[in-house]
């Protein structure tokens, strides 16, 4: 059975559902832990709580992904925690993530003047609001580049996920490679479906950062 | 806890020379790529900032294709899908073209932002002086351009040593296949990733470290951003 570039294409489609699944999911893992990282690196009191975080931050920072996802996947079920190749992949990718923004909120917040937090405090408003209204929204236009940019790696390391058993992209590939051996097509139209999907998003988080005029 | 510690001590004697083995394996493939990643990246910032509006465009498109790529589709592109063409890379030589090309891509920005940080003045000052321009570039342009390039060209060399762990996908007798192959001998899968991930720690840490602490001491005494 021959298949033409655009079965090809739809097989892959299906994969790229998942890897949408797997990126929402590490994104949302990866923004909310990131954000309560960095709160906690820059507003703690105590050294040992931001050691251990840069502990964290540097283990995960400096070990490879697919090592992280195959402790997660293959590691843990040793112990009887047993994650589904899905499950390993977000939880895996959301934790690194964590560990990436952690690193781009604090030095965010670190480049906000103290004056803004000073000066919400004096208005009236509580810690939280303070962080809410002034403080974030500022952090979070300073940091839309470097978000940007973990968007695109993060979508482009769904495909790690692959090794895990997760049916994403690589993963209908590979199969399909087994079983029509119509390599250079399969692999080509797998790189244009990455392609056309990052392509667009760093667009977005370029256009955006235009938009707002962030520094750089 | 001790239970799980005491498993190391019984197997570790076992487990350490091949892990040691399989590490050089991992830091040639990174050296080597990182290496194709600065030559190629070379030739396209010459590109990048050349007169010709095609090489211009050509340079540009690459890089932007490489970066909008997943290393890992590259990869078992390089590997599957050349044979087809006729050129059979074995899994080693397919890693360090991948990790070559897709740090080409990331070296080419690094340099160009290098370059442009530089002032003109910088070239036209030494061109006035006398000197050739092959002069002026080497021991003026270059040297204060390396300020800027230094920590995000170890960064990236630290992303290809991650990165190389991929290969192992690719059947290459890295890091990662090795502990894949051990975990399966020994079934002992959780204390060889972990174990794997401290060589990737003890690897990667001491150069990201070095990358900032040269990035601090490197930006002393210039001046503000955009001040040149």
Known sequence: MNPGFLDILRTLLAGAATAAQVAVGAVVIALAGGLLLALAIVFTRSNALRLVIGAYVEWMRNVPALAHLFVLYFGLAAVGVRFSPLGAAVLGLGLVGAAVLADVFASGLRALHAGQREAALAAGLTPAQALRYVLLPQMLRLTLPSIGNYASQLIKDTSIASAIAAPEIMFYARNLVTSTFQTPLIYGGAILLYACIVLPVSSAFAFMSRRLEVGR | MTAFLAVYSSYLHEWWPRLAGAVRVTIELSTLGFALAIVLGAVLVLMLRSANPLARAAANAFVQFLRAVPLLALLLALYFGLPSFGVTLSGYWAGILG?????????????????TSVHKGQREAGLAAGMAPHQVFLWIVLPQAMRVMLPPLLNCYVALLKDSSLCA????????????AMASEYFLPLHIFLLVGLFYFATAFPLSMLSRVLARRLARGRRALGVN
């Open chain 2, 99 to 115: 990790l070559g090309l897709q740090g080409a891509a990331y070296v080419a920005e690094v340099l160009r932002g290098g370059l």
């Open chain 2, 169 to 180: 996908l690719i059947a290459t007798d890295e890091l990662m296949l090795t502990a894949r």
